[in-house]
T-cell receptor
Framework: DTAVSQTPKYLVTQMGNDKSIKCEQNLGHDTMYWYKQDSKKFLKIMFSYNNKELIINETVPNRFSPKSPDKAHLNLHINSLELGDSAVYFC????????????FGAGTRLSVL | LAKTTQPISMDSYEGQEVNITCSHNNIATNDYITWYQQFPSQGPRFIIQGYKTKVTNEVASLFIPADRKSSTLSLPRVSLSDTAVYYCLVVPLAGTASKLTFGTGTRLQVTL
């Protein structure tokens, strides 16, 4: 069974559209994350979320928003997509908080045309 | 937040020991060091973590000198399947998750 799963694996869309990426973890972890990996493989955290707090990297545009329907899911919504949003987005989870080992999904490659 | 510096790439032959060094000169007292491995089209996967001296598990060893300003990931007898990007990460016990950055990693290429 896949511990952290993301859908879709690939997402191609036009500038200006709104899209979502889904993430689910079956590890029973408390905290989930979204990361962005650019073309140079630089991996940067975007959000950290548990039922107590949402931590946002201040460099993330407010067009990006995480939505958590329950503890096992953290979806990423992106409004008004821009060319610069093209990247691979990874979902991850960890027990307790961000200082613990993180388990990553396989990634979603987003291409904005 | 401690910034990390790693070689961009390394090459090795199968069966050799590979050592990847990460520099983290401004590591804080309570920070610890974590290494992740990333295969193409996959997310990073935890390898090993340590605070000081030496840590060993079934996959790798991690050497951290007394000043903790650097760390070395050692992969014994690499195989072709060890070809991946290796990320060094300094995890601070203080601060917030918003500062967590993996950097660009070291791309290890193993050949026959």
């Amino acid at each position: 069974d896949t511990a952290v799963s993301q859908t879709p694996k690939y997402l191609v869309t036009q500038m200006g559209n709104d899209k979502s990426i889904k993430c689910e973890q079956n590890l029973g972890h408390d905290t989930m994350y979204w990361y962005k990996q650019d073309s140079k493989k630089f991996l940067k955290i975007m959000f950290s979320y548990n039922n107590k707090e949402l931590i946002i990297n201040e460099t993330v545009p407010n067009r990006f928003s995480p939505k958590s329907p329950d503890k096992a899911h953290l979806n990423l919504h992106i409004n008004s997509l821009e060319l610069g949003d093209s990247a691979v987005y990874f979902c991850a989870s960890s027990n307790r908080d961000w200082k613990n080992i993180q388990y990553f999904g396989a990634g979603t490659r987003l291409s904005v045309l | 937040l401690a910034k990390t510096t790693q070689p961009i790439s390394m090459d090795s032959y199968e069966g050799q020991e590979v050592n990847i060094t990460c520099s983290h000169n401004n590591i804080a007292t309570n920070d610890y060091i974590t290494w992740y491995q990333q295969f193409p089209s996959q997310g990073p996967r935890f390898i090993i973590q340590g605070y000081k001296t030496k840590v060993t598990n079934e996959v790798a060893s991690l050497f951290i000198p007394a000043d903790r300003k650097s760390s070395t990931l050692s992969l014994p007898r690499v195989s072709l399947s060890d070809t991946a990007v290796y990320y060094c990460l300094v995890v601070p016990l203080a601060g917030t998750a918003s500062k967590l950055t993996f950097g660009t990693g070291t791309r290890l290429q193993v050949t026959l």
